[in-house]
């Protein structure tokens, strides 16, 4: 996924945080290392390169000065949607020859995975 995602400049994980940040808004980095799996160090790595490349902004929590919020900017909205015509596409190419019915229930295998994973 990271070299078909190669030309849009995100790497997966990248891509991961901005439509994280896309579906749920502003969010601390803590929220969106768990939403997406990963150590709070491995956030800060990628939230940090986000900002440097002007995909997010990170400004401070209304009443919890310490919490810094991570919001995505316009050219972050727009990478994510380069991004996603490369994700499509490949998710395309991955399920070529699974039936509309062979795929929702390979989501629905995935999501109670994913359930109990966290659990």
């Known amino acids: 996924m990271d070299e078909e995602l190669g030309p849009t400049g995100l790497t997966m994980p990248q891509y991961a945080v901005l439509a994280e940040l ?3 808004r502003a969010q601390s980095s ?3 290392a768990r939403a997406i799996g990963v150590t709070a160090q491995t956030m800060n790595v990628l939230v940090c390169a986000l900002e440097a490349s ?3 902004d990170r400004t401070q929590h209304q009443s919890h000065g310490r919490i810094l919020l991570v919001t995505l900017t316009r050219k972050g909205r727009l990478a994510l949607k380069r991004g996603r015509r490369f ?3 490949i998710e395309e190419r991955l399920l070529e020859g699974v039936t509309l019915d ?3 229930r390979l989501i629905d295998l995935l999501k109670r995975v994913e359930d109990r994973s966290s659990s």
């Open 87 to 89: 994700a499509l596409a």
């Open 30 to 32: 803590s929220d969106l």
């Open 22 to 24: 896309e579906s749920r």
């Open 102 to 104: 062979e795929r929702d």
């Open 54 to 56: 002007g995909l997010v």
